[in-house]
C-alpha cells in the first residue's frame, strides 16, 4: 500500500465524505501507477518495447482491482473509527486487531498510514461531535449509503464481518456497538438477519448455528437446506476475490464457520 493511496483517501474523505474517500483513492492510485507506468514506459522504449495494446489492458484491469481494493480498505478503516468508539472508548485489542490486519496483509508501512487514518478519524469525530452530537454519525450515515452505491452486496457483506470481528476483538460485543453494527448494516442496505449471523458465527451451540442459518430450530429440513443454500451462495469466497488473497482468505473462513454450523444441524436432525 504506497502513501499516494492512503493520502488521496484521506483527503477525499475530509471534503468530500466516503465517496470523496473513494475518488481520492482512485486519484492515489492513479499517481502511484502513473509513475511506475511512466518508468516502465521509458524502459520500454529503450528496448524495443511491443505489445502495447496487451500492456494497457493489463494496466486498466490492475488499476480497477487495485481500486475496488484500496476503497474497501479505505471504507473499512473510516467505518471501524465508528464502531471503535460506539461505546465511549477506544479499546486497545481493537486498534490492535486493524494493525494486525494492516501488518500482515500490506507491510509495516501500511500498520503506520493506517493507524494515522484512524486517529485523524477520531480527531474529526471529537470535532464534528462538539458542535452537534450527531454529526459524526450522519455523517457514516451518508458514507454507507455511498458505500452501498460503489460496493456490491458480497463486498459489504465482508466489510461488515471485519466490523464484527474488531468489536469482538475485546471479548465482548456491548449493546452500543451491536446497535452501531446494526445501524452501520441497515445504511449499508444489508439486512439485520445478516448481522445476527455473524454475531453467532464464532459460538459453538445448537442454537447458535441456526442463529448463523437465520432460521428457526422449528424449521423443516428443505427450509434448513435452503437456508444454507442462500447463505453459502452470498458469502461464497469467490465474490470477493477481486479484493486480493488476503480477504478472500478472510472469506474461507467465514464459508467454513457457515459449513460448520450447517453440519452441526445435519448431524442433530440426522440429515
Not at 34 to 49: P, T
Not at 57 to 62: E, F, I, K, T, W
Not at 110 to 125: M, P, S, T, Y
Not at 126 to 155: E, H, V
Amino acid at each position: 500500500m504506497s502513501a499516494g493511496k492512503w493520502i488521496g483517501g484521506i483527503l477525499g474523505f475530509m471534503s468530500g465524505g466516503a465517496l470523496g474517500a473513494l475518488a481520492g483513492v482512485a486519484l492515489g492510485a492513479l499517481f502511484d501507477y502513473g509513475l511506475k507506468a511512466v518508468n516502465k514506459d521509458g524502459e520500454g522504449r529503450g528496448s524495443g518495447f511491443v505489445d502495447d495494446d496487451d500492456a494497457w489492458a493489463q494496466a486498466q484491469r490492475r488499476q480497477y482491482y487495485e481500486g475496488q481494493r484500496n476503497s474497501f480498505l479505505f471504507s473499512l478503516l473510516v467505518l471501524a473509527s465508528y464502531i471503535i468508539k460506539a461505546d465511549g472508548k477506544v479499546m486497545h485489542s481493537e486498534m490492535e486487531f486493524v494493525r494486525r490486519f494492516l501488518r500482515m496483509n500490506f507491510g509495516e508501512a501500511a500498520v503506520e498510514h493506517g493507524n494515522r487514518i484512524l486517529l485523524k478519524l477520531f480527531d474529526e469525530q471529537k470535532r464534528m461531535n462538539a458542535g452537534d452530537p450527531y454529526a459524526f454519525r450522519n455523517l457514516i450515515r451518508k458514507s454507507c449509503a455511498q458505500i452501498a452505491a460503489n460496493m456490491d452486496y458480497s463486498q459489504r457483506l465482508q466489510l461488515l464481518n471485519f466490523l464484527v470481528m474488531i468489536a469482538q476483538a475485546d471479548g465482548s460485543v456491548p449493546r452500543g456497538e451491536v446497535d452501531a453494527l446494526r445501524e452501520v448494516a441497515r445504511c449499508m442496505g444489508l439486512a439485520d438477519s445478516e448481522l445476527d449471523s455473524m454475531l453467532k458465527l464464532s459460538g459453538g451451540t445448537l442454537d447458535d448455528a441456526y442463529a448463523v442459518l437465520g432460521v428457526s430450530p422449528d424449521a423443516t429440513d428443505d427450509e434448513v437446506r435452503r437456508a444454507y443454500r442462500t447463505l453459502a451462495l452470498k458469502h461464497h469466497p469467490d465474490r470477493v476475490a477481486a479484493l486480493g488473497d488476503d480477504i478472500r482468505r478472510a472469506a474461507e473462513k467465514k464459508f467454513q464457520e457457515i459449513n460448520e454450523a450447517k453440519e452441526r444441524i445435519y448431524k442433530a436432525r440426522g440429515m
